[in-house]
T-cell receptor, first 112, second 114 residues
Framework: KAGVTQTPRYLIKTRGQQVTLSCSPI?????VSWYQQTPGQGLQFLFE???????NKGNFPGRFSGRQFSNSRSEMNVSTLELGDSALYLC???????????FGPGTRLTVL | AQSVTQLGSHVSVSEGALVLLRCNYS??????LFWYVQYPNQGLQLLLK??????LVKGINGFEAEFKKSETSFHLTKPSAHMSDAAEYFC????????????FGKGNQVVVIP
């Protein structure tokens, strides 16, 4: 089975722009979660989706949004980028709620 | 709200020596606990998990962890360190009962000295 894939792997943007990151879960997995990883704050939870519904949202400003499609693929969007949004964004998928989560390789976003 | 504490951001261990990474958690409900490993420029890989079954959990690559409710701990051990164990290790907690929201500790960067 193919693992979790994230595109693009690397991205460079400038302040004020917006960005969309994509996550394709493992086939059959209906849950997708997103995390932000930075050296200062570590790993922080962004959102969790299950069957196209957002079930949980972390403590991030409204500039961060996401969605999940009927095929379980998920996207997250960050609008009006700030320098502090530079981070590794990780996506994880799981077949169920409360099950093991499988992480993708991440998208490295750099904001200049 | 759940949280995890991992002390000592950098841990040095000699090759062949015991690896011990400490994790203490806080949770208002019975927790699920996890240890993940991250190699450079990669995502997270699950080492092992506790989901209210056996308190001593065995994982991949010779790692194991013991859930101690009285101490709110879930320390990770490996009897003999190998050079390939050099990586960053994260402890994480989620609520039991169908919640995929993970709260992570700050991580331990493990350096293995030959």
């Amino acid at each position: 089975k193919a693992g979790v894939t994230q595109t693009p792997r690397y991205l460079i943007k400038t302040r004020g722009q917006q960005v969309t990151l994509s996550c394709s879960p493992i086939s059959g997995h209906r849950s997708v979660s997103w995390y932000q990883q930075t050296p200062g704050q570590g790993l922080q939870f962004l959102f969790e989706y299950f069957s196209e519904t957002q079930r949980n949202k972390g403590n991030f400003p409204g500039r961060f949004s996401g969605r999940q499609f009927s095929n379980s693929r998920s996207e997250m969007n960050v609008s009006t980028l700030e320098l502090g949004d530079s981070a590794l964004y990780l996506c994880a998928s799981s077949p169920t709620l409360g099950g093991e989560q499988f992480f993708g390789p991440g998208t490295r976003l750099t904001v200049l | 709200a759940q949280s995890v504490t991992q002390l000592g951001s950098h841990v040095s261990v000699s090759e062949g020596a015991l690896v011990l990474l400490r994790c203490n958690y806080s949770s208002s409900v019975p927790p699920y606990l996890f240890w993940y490993v991250q190699y450079p420029n990669q995502g997270l890989q699950l080492l092992l998990k506790y989901t209210s079954a056996a308190t001593l959990v065995k994982g991949i690559n010779g790692f194991e962890a013991e859930f101690k409710k009285s101490e709110t701990s879930f320390h990770l051990t490996k009897p003999s360190a190998h050079m390939s164990d050099a990586a960053e290790y994260f402890c994480a907690v989620s609520e039991s009962g169908g919640n995929n929201r993970l709260a992570f500790g700050k991580g331990n960067q493990v350096v293995v000295i030959p």
